[in-house]
């Protein structure tokens, strides 16, 4: 069964720090760019990063700077370090796996864990 | 930023056909994908590459884009089918999210 299972979420302070892990198995995880995407409570998906098969890396100016998306293949892995954390920041994280039916990041995202919340408040 | 508009809510009687709308600059030339969300779960994809639907996703769902605008169509639309339902694209090494469509069904 492809399935994908975050965690690290939590409270934390304003400023703090956050290292969010999604484990993924039942596919060859290095064949896949894989992405983070969040929702506040009530609002709507608002994507977060993404990272391709080859490591290269993309983030939304929202988080651009602060957040560091990474992947370990040889343990199904991948990460968000999430530095600078603001109230703003507060959401349920999901990791998701892009589609790759072509071979760009424009095929959407297939397959996507349960989340993991963040709260950042002090 | 790239944007993309969608109508915050749309209505449906059950076994009518629903349409959901998705609008951004030139999305014609992009590709758009569509997921659906019920309360307390995670998304699920139902459209990709404009008008694919994936493994499992029933037939009664179908996709459409051109010129400005990417469409969501459900047609004999069921009761379970009530959720939001989100576009997306990547454009300029971003993805995108619309900001999502309740669709309700009575």
């Known amino acids: 069964e492809v399935q994908l299972v975050e965690s690290g979420g939590g409270l934390v302070q304003p400023g703090g720090s956050l290292r969010l892990s999604c484990a993924a198995s039942g596919f060859t995880f290095s064949r896949y760019d894989m992405h983070w995407v969040r929702q506040a409570t009530g609002k709507g998906l608002e994507w977060v990063s993404a990272?391709?098969?080859?490591?290269?890396?993309y983030y939304p100016g929202s988080v651009k700077g602060r957040f560091t998306i990474s992947r370990e293949n040889a343990k199904n892995s991948l990460y968000l370090q999430m530095n600078s954390l603001r109230a703003g920041d507060t959401a349920v994280y999901y990791c998701?796996?892009?589609?790759?039916?072509?071979?760009?990041?424009?095929?959407?995202?297939?397959?996507w864990g349960q989340g993991t919340t963040v709260t950042v408040s002090s | 930023s790239y944007e993309l508009t969608q109508p915050p809510s749309v209505s449906v009687s059950p076994g009518q056909t629903a349409s959901i709308t998705c609008s951004g600059d030139k999305l014609g030339d992009k590709y758009a994908c569509w997921y659906q969300q019920k309360p307390g779960q995670s998304p699920v994809m139902v459209i990709y590459?404009?008008?694919k639907r994936p493994s499992g996703i029933p037939e009664r769902f179908s996709g459409s884009n051109s010129g400005n605008t990417a469409t969501l169509t459900i047609s004999g639309t069921q009761a379970m089918d009530e959720a939001d339902y989100y576009c997306?694209?990547?454009?300029?090494?971003?993805?995108?999210f619309g900001g999502g469509t309740k669709l309700t069904v009575l």
């Open positions: 997306q694209a990547w454009d300029s090494s971003s993805a995108q």
């Open positions: 990272i391709g098969t080859a490591g290269d890396t």
């Open positions: 590459q404009d008008s």
């Open positions: 998701a796996r892009g589609a790759g039916y072509s071979s760009g990041m424009e095929d959407g995202m297939d397959v």
